[in-house]
């Protein structure tokens, strides 16, 4: 259990001297607090998540890649009750997860119809992400704040573009 604050605070939803210092620390943010009561209590004390990344329009949980389907909830029901609370879209992504189901996590329900590396004139290495043309409205995001997200949690070089077939 790896929850930022404690479960004698997370239970009682009081903070304790050592949490309240956190919290003015600046090590943990009130949307981590919030988010960390609902897991705690709708995951019954056995779910956790690594980090919280703020993406804009979208709060992203970033979790062990074997809890992304637990953390989402049946029928999404715990990533509902954290949307509704911090009055943001949700979304969660498996950590050390490869780059294609990292990307596949991100730009659903927008559909990856395929990816590839392309080289850059620097000689860089990019990974071309190719979107369904059909899909483009479904994208959660701009491309750019999509790709800078990608490399937050891969580390790749990615270009999301609209695919021409
Ligand atoms: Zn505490």
Known sequence: M?????DVCLKSGILCPGCEKKLKNGEVTLTELSIAKIIFK???GKLDFKRIIDGGEETIIITEKNQV????????KIVRAISKE????I??????????????DLIAPARISGINIVYGRDGQE???????REDAHRLPGKPEQLNAL????????????????
């Open 69 to 76: 389907g637990q953390l989402i909830g049946k029928g999404g």
């Open 42 to 44: 709708l995951g019954d």
């Open 150 to 165: 990608i490399k937050l949690l891969t580390g790749e070089e990615t270009i999301i573009v609209l695919d021409d077939q």
């Open 91 to 104: 979304r969660v992504v498996g950590e050390g997860s490869d780059l294609k189901s990292v990307s596949s």
């Open 86 to 89: 911090i009055g943001k879209k």
């Open 126 to 132: 990019r990974y071309k992400i190719r979107v369904r």
């Open 2 to 6: 790896v929850l930022p604050i404690c």
